[in-house]
């Protein structure tokens, strides 16, 4: 680990010596105040143990192009009167479910239950509520942009935003905490959390794990034979994901014309399928990304910019403290890119605490806790 540890600072330290311009321009806020459009019990595989009186709120939000949605929450209390001010929130952006309705947080619970559960119990027990977002178009009507940074942020605070109106033992104080999927969300949410909130929100903070950073950058070469081998299922399944979410945010690209008939039928499988068994089936076919595609990608004109504006990560303009995680083990995110992004946003002087954990994408969620705990606490000292 000592040989490890040092090429990745190395790494790290190298990368802080350079900047990369940033290609996002900043969106506009929601025009009206998120709201709780209803509220029932959760069912019991949505329901955190150990949690009490929790429940699945429909609340209005915003999709691609600012255009307004319902989007899916679950809201967990602790159990006991809440302290004076109302329990303190902790907004959880949830990592890659899949896209069919039936796949949304707030319906069946996390994909990795044991992991999940663990993991906001622990945030339960130390006296937070938890308000998590399903995303745009997962368990309600519309499709779901998949990494649309902005959407997502929108989402977050849009789901804070109408519990804290609708439940009075919510205080308005809140952190925003994510992983894989819901790292980058929780990333854009720290960039935008304060604008899109507004006054009536009290944003103090975020925690990011696996992190997926520079996805614009890997996705540029592909298209017939590449890559040329078969990657892992949740990886396959992820491309397809993007290509949907890219389907969703930019209809003219016509994704579906750059795929033969065997990379159609597969991207509308993913629209509809859950992350598991979706890999289980990518898997068992030995699907190979490259050999779905009768062109490149790549004859998208300004593909890189496009991609970048869809799902790029901000490089300035964090107005709170922002805590990263990464496993030095992690291949669900490509980790060159997610060390070459805290290097960035270090050289652009943005409130970044970045640790690295020697365990995997799965493993770094809890393995984090250790720091962040102490450094939520302190956002709400």
Known sequence: MRTLSNSVAGLACALMLTTTAGVLTAPTASADAAAVQSAAPLSAAATLPGSVGSERI??????????????????YFPPGPAPAGGWPVV?????????????????????????????????LKQGYAIVAADYAGLGTPGEHPYLDGVVEAHNVVDAVHAAVGHYPQLSHKWVAVGQSQGGGAAVSTARYATEFGGSDL?????????????????????????????????TTAYVLFILNGLRTAHPEIDVESFLNDSGRQWLD??????????????????VVIGNLFTRPLSQVPDLHGLLAGYLGLPESGFDKPLFMGQGLRDTDVITPE??????????????????????????????????????????FA
């Open 58 to 75: 429909l609340y209005s939000t915003t999709t691609v192009g600012d255009q307004p949605t319902v989007a899916g929450a679950a809201v």
């Open 91 to 123: 907004a959880w952006a949830h990592g890659t479910v899949g896209l069919g309705d039936d796949c949304a947080y707030s319906v069946t619970g996390p994909a990795d239950v044991d992991r999940d559960w663990a993991y906001l119990g622990t945030w």
């Open 202 to 234: 009290d944003y103090r903070g975020a925690v990011a794990t696996g992190v997926p950073a520079y996805i614009e950058d890997i996705l540029m070469p592909i298209g017939p034979g590449v890559p040329p081998v078969k990657l892992s299922p949740h």
């Open 269 to 286: 499988r993913a629209r509809n399928e859950c992350l598991l068994p979706l890999g289980d089936d990518l898997d068992a076919a030995n």
């Open 338 to 379: 997610t060390l070459r992004y805290a290097g960035v946003l270090t050289a652009n002087r943005q409130p970044l605490t970045f640790k690295v954990y020697p365990t995997d994408h799965s493993g770094t969620v809890n393995a984090s806790l250790v720091d962040s705990l102490p450094f939520v606490r302190g956002l």
